[in-house]
Nanobody, 127 residues
Framework: QVQVTESGGGLVQAGGSLTLSCVDS????????MTWFRQTPGKEREGVARLNHHGTTSYRDSVRGRFTISRDSAKHTLYLQMSSLKPEDTAMYYC?????????????????????WGQGTQVTVSS
């Protein structure tokens, strides 16, 4: 059973920083496709940042240059470092572990039916 647990969300003022963490259940997921998604009530979920098994990263345009996705394999932890936060970054953030080919075959906002989702961590940016 794959377990994915996010943490690190909170309330921050605009311009501030937060680092989200996502710990997996200990299997070697380094070869998988890892993505941070976010969703706001009433809006569709959107892919924020992705890390493939080659270590290549991709970002949605609105966060590029402000967010950084990375992974510490020894700690089985995926990170999302967020800086220069804006009120429009307010959302529930989810960590997703997916099949490797999703990174290469699909756009950032796609998750397969086989993906494993965490419970999410709330990020609120005040103006």
């Amino acid at each position: 059973q794959v377990q994915v647990t996010e943490s690190g969300g909170g309330l921050v003022q605009a311009g501030g920083s937060l680092t989200l963490s996502c710990v997996d259940s200990g299997y070697n997921y380094d070869t998988y496709c890892m993505t941070w998604f976010r969703q706001t009530p009433g809006k569709e979920r959107e892919g924020v940042a992705r890390l493939n098994h080659h270590g290549t990263t991709s970002y949605r345009d609105s966060v590029r240059g402000r967010f950084t996705i990375s992974r510490d394999s020894a700690k089985h932890t995926l990170y999302l470092q967020m800086s220069s936060l804006k009120p429009e970054d307010t959302a529930m953030y989810y960590c997703v572990i997916d099949l490797p080919h999703v990174c290469t075959d699909f756009e950032l906002g796609h998750a397969s039916d086989f993906a494993y989702w965490g419970q999410g961590t709330q990020v609120t940016v005040s103006s």
